[in-house]
Nanobody, 115 residues
Framework: QVHLVESGGGLVQAGGSLRLSCAASGRIATINAMGWYRQAPGKQRELVAVFTTLPSTNYADSVKGRFTISRDNAENTVHLQMNSLKPEDTAVYYC?????????WGQGTQVTVSS
C-alpha cells in the first residue's frame, strides 16, 4: 500500500509560480512511476507530468517548457515546479503513484491562477 499527500497549492497571479509536492509513504520501493493529473471544473482529467524509474519524464503539451517534475528519493517526494502560470492552469492537482499492480492517488490540492 502507498499513501500520498499533496501540498503546495494556493492562489497566484498569472505569470507567477507555485511548487507542488507529493510525499509518499508505505511500500515506496514498489513505485515505478509518479506524477500529476489535474482536473478543472467542467473539464476532463488531464495528465500533466510523469516521472518514471527508467528514468524518464513526460509532460503535457500545454505545460511543456513551464512545468518541471522532479523526484527526491531521500525525501520520498515528487515535486512539480510550475512557472509562468496561466488562468487555464487553474485546477485541482492530484498526485499519483503506479506500482506493477496498482495505482494510488492523493487527495488533491487546489491551484488557482487569477488573471
Amino acid at each position: 500500500q502507498v499513501h500520498l499527500v499533496e501540498s503546495g497549492g494556493g492562489l497566484v497571479q498569472a505569470g507567477g509560480s507555485l511548487r507542488l509536492s507529493c510525499a509518499a509513504s508505505g511500500r515506496i520501493a514498489t513505485i515505478n512511476a509518479m506524477g500529476w493529473y489535474r482536473q478543472a471544473p467542467g473539464k476532463q482529467r488531464e495528465l500533466v507530468a510523469v516521472f518514471t524509474t527508467l528514468p524518464s519524464t513526460n509532460y503535457a503539451d500545454s505545460v511543456k517548457g513551464r512545468f518541471t517534475i522532479s523526484r527526491d528519493n531521500a525525501e520520498n517526494t515528487v515535486h512539480l515546479q510550475m512557472n509562468s502560470l496561466k488562468p487555464e492552469d487553474t485546477a485541482v492537482y492530484y498526485c499519483f503513484a503506479n506500482t506493477a499492480g496498482s495505482s494510488y492517488w492523493g487527495q488533491g490540492t487546489q491551484v488557482t491562477v487569477s488573471s
